[in-house]
């Protein structure tokens, strides 16, 4: 079965820490995506990832093939990056599947 | 560069009606797919659509369906609505080799 699994699911940090949010498959994919979603229901697409490792800002992602597993890491956290942030992927098939998402809240 | 755009953005019906949802996508990107999202089940893929053609489906009954235009403009229609109905419903765009653009969702509301 095609799945994919975020954690942590809450995530509440203090301004200026250091964040990672995780997310496994279960099988090979094509692609990984990293999605910030804000209160109002707007989605961003931050990341698209094979391999390897992006980098923009103050965002990095990276993603371990053999593990089926992606990070994707927040340096110099802001209270305006609270959102929930939705890591999907594209199986074989392509459409994309969803992880259940981590609700960031970041306190001044 | 204009993004993706659907609408109406909200929206009220009542069960049993009907409603045709709609999405213009990134001038050039030929693929659109649909998504539901609700509290209970999260982000959930509809379908895609590709050069007019639906390349893929998710696991939604047949009350849900979807075409695409020419100009690759998409609608997606709900028939005989239920109150499970209730979500945001929405679509995103993408060229060949990249990532996916969302619109900013239509919130549906059955009654």
């Known amino acids: 079965k095609n799945e994919v699994e975020q954690s942590p699911q809450n995530l509440t940090a203090q301004e200026g820490e250091f964040i990672t949010i995780n997310c496994s498959y279960s099988?090979?994919?094509?692609?990984l995506h990293w999605l910030q979603q804000h209160p109002g229901g707007g989605i961003v697409s931050l990341f698209m990832?094979?391999?390897g490792k992006k980098k923009h800002g103050r965002l990095i992602a990276t993603i371990n093939i053999q593990e089926k597993h992606s990070s994707l890491h927040i340096t110099a956290s802001h209270p305006r990056d609270s959102a929930v942030y939705i890591c999907?992927?594209?199986?074989?098939?392509?459409?994309?599947?969803f992880g259940t998402g981590t609700r960031l809240t970041i306190i001044p | 560069k204009a993004g993706v755009t659907q609408t109406p953005r909200y929206l009220i019906k009542t069960r049993g009606q009907q409603v045709t949802l709609s999405c213009s996508p990134i001038?050039?990107?030929?693929?659109v797919s649909w998504y539901q999202q609700t509290p209970g089940q999260g982000l959930q893929f509809l379908f895609e659509?590709?050069?007019?053609?639906?390349?893929n489906k998710g696991n939604f009954p047949g009350r849900f369906s979807g075409r695409q235009f020419s100009n690759s403009r998409s609608e997606m229609n709900v028939s005989t609505l239920e109150l499970g109905d209730s979500a945001l419903y929405l679509c995103?765009?993408?060229?060949?080799?990249?990532?996916?653009?969302f619109g900013s969702g239509t919130r549906l509301t059955v009654v």
């Open positions: 995103a765009s993408s060229g060949v080799g990249r990532g996916y653009t």
């Open positions: 099988v090979g994919i094509s692609a």
């Open positions: 990832l094979s391999s």
């Open positions: 999907a992927v594209n199986f074989g098939n392509e459409k994309l599947t």
């Open positions: 001038s050039g990107h030929r693929s």
């Open positions: 659509y590709f050069s007019e053609t639906q390349r």
